[in-house]
Structures are given as structure tokens and as C-alpha cells.
């Protein structure tokens, strides 16, 4: 089982399942709601996620239709994201996790439009767009 939390300790939540892949996100959506580089996430089961504290500190923000995202409004920490036709998925953002993770699969993202002052310089799987 994972766990984690925002900024401020007020939400934390578990996920009792395996985080064996991370995508690093690098379109101007992720760098604007990050205030960084890019993102990075890791895809997870909606049913085995579960907030144990301050669910009422959660707000939820739609930059795009069909699409939420969803912090802390305390402190501002992003938690994850969602979309409306995949009720089954989030998209967790590991920044926020408390446990140690060892993922088998590391992908950088959306780097065609990367921060053009953000040099890539491992030898990850690099995508243009979205992961494959």
C-alpha cells in the first residue's frame, strides 16, 4: 500500500495497488498547473484510491473540458487528475507520495513542447505527445 499527502498535511490519501509506471509530463498544461518543467505521474486504479483525511480541504479545477484536476485548496498541492470518460483512472501525482515506489517503466511525455530552458538528458523513452 501507498500513501501520501499535500503541503500542509490536511489531505492524505491511500492506494492499495502497484505504481510500476511514471510519465513525465511535459505539455504547457502540466508546466503551468506544476510551476515547473513538467509532471510527474503515474497511472492508477480509481477504486483503490482513497482519501483518509480532509476530503473537504479537496477543490477541483477543469482547464479543459472533460478533464479534472484536483488539490489541496489549503495549500495548493495538485493530487491528481481525472477525466470523465475514464471513470475507472486517475492520474496521481507523485510529488505528493510518502511511500518509496521502483517503477519498471519511465517515459518522458509531450516534449515537443517542453521548457525550452529544461535540457532531457537521460536515456528515457522520449514521446513527442502522448506515451505509447
Do not use: N
Request: hydrophobic share 35%.
Amino acid at each position: 500500500m501507498h500513501t501520501g499527502s499535500c503541503l500542509c498535511g490536511k489531505v492524505g490519501y491511500e492506494y492499495r495497488g502497484e505504481i510500476d509506471e511514471i510519465s513525465m509530463c511535459h505539455c504547457k498544461q502540466c508546466q503551468k498547473a506544476q510551476g515547473s518543467a513538467f509532471v510527474a505521474v503515474a497511472p492508477i486504479r480509481s477504486t483503490d484510491f482513497h482519501i483518509t483525511r480532509g476530503e473537504a480541504h479537496l477543490k477541483e479545477y477543469r482547464a479543459t473540458p472533460g478533464k479534472v484536476r484536483v488539490f489541496c485548496a489549503e495549500c495548493g498541492s495538485p493530487l491528481y487528475s481525472a477525466r470523465d470518460d475514464l471513470p475507472e483512472a486517475r492520474r496521481l501525482r507523485l510529488g505528493t507520495l510518502d511511500t518509496p515506489i521502483a517503477p519498471s517503466r519511465r517515459v518522458h511525455a509531450w516534449v515537443s513542447s517542453r521548457a525550452e530552458w529544461f535540457e532531457l538528458a537521460d536515456d528515457l523513452p522520449k514521446f513527442p505527445e502522448f506515451a505509447r
